[in-house]
């Protein structure tokens, strides 16, 4: 599930020239930052007290991932593991030079199979012993440096939930048991966790060990009903094991990232292509409307 229209209605409504030039220019200056942070750094990435973090990337973004990751090294909190999943052989047995330096400093790159977005969390669950939160994020984000550390706070406070910077409010119609159109989703404003809320893997998702174990026994389910809408399938496996979507703040955060790396393809495909539509209609069964309609 990918940025909300009336978020970006909203977004192009209010945002002057001169703001969004200033904008590009922050962008840039942290890009050059983490740049430098990337050449020249030596401090750790990972190996820390915090939940771990697992992602994914491909094509161009390859060029600037290790931006989002040495963001994440940055942080108050380091992740006890942070690991890169890659279906590129090419690039997961002789990573680039930026990502080279950030193998020294911590971070797993991992050879997978494609299974598009589905990467960033699925390998994980196969490979890696489910003892403690797991964290998905973005390859093309810019995370600040109390991301993590927000997470694992809200988690600590309320371990019943999948804890996310970003959610919306599932909208149903009780007359047919199904979900309206997503593009009449508004984007939730509260921390309080319900089963209503939606998760959006862009800023970032912590979910709890029943959560993940309920993911891995649904194997590859995915490909059969939602393999380019991950977000789906990881909400839907929160609604089934009883764990409600609690927003770190009130309000629903987007975190900026590099620039000229937003491509269109499986953003717009799902979003104004009636991809999370489609993909919504095949997940959810009735027995899983249901529960969602009793809160509703």
Sequence with gaps: MNAHPMEIAA?????????AWLR????????LDLQWQNASAT?????????DVSLTSYGKRLQTVHLTLESIGAGSLLPRRLILWLDDRGA?????????????????IRQVEDLGPHKKYFPYLLEVPLTGAMVTADDDVFYPRNWLSGLHTRYLEQPGCVHAYRAHIAAIDRNTNSFKPYGLWEPC???APNRLHFSTGCSGVLFPVPVLEALRRGGRGFLDCCPRADDVWLNLHAVRTGFPVAQVHEESLR?????????????HQNLFSGGNDRALAATFNDTDMELLLAVS
């Design 11 to 19: 977004a192009e409504c209010h945002l002057s020239a001169d703001n």
């Design 255 to 267: 975190f900026v990232g590099p620039l000229l790396t937003q491509g269109k393809g499986l953003f």
């Design 43 to 51: 401090t750790p990435v990972a190996g820390g007290t915090g939940p």
């Design 92 to 108: 997961a047995r002789h990573p680039p030079p930026a990502l080279r330096r950030l193998q020294a400093r911590g971070l797993e």
């Design 24 to 31: 590009r220019a922050r962008v840039a200056k942290r890009m």
């Design 189 to 191: 404003r509260t921390k």
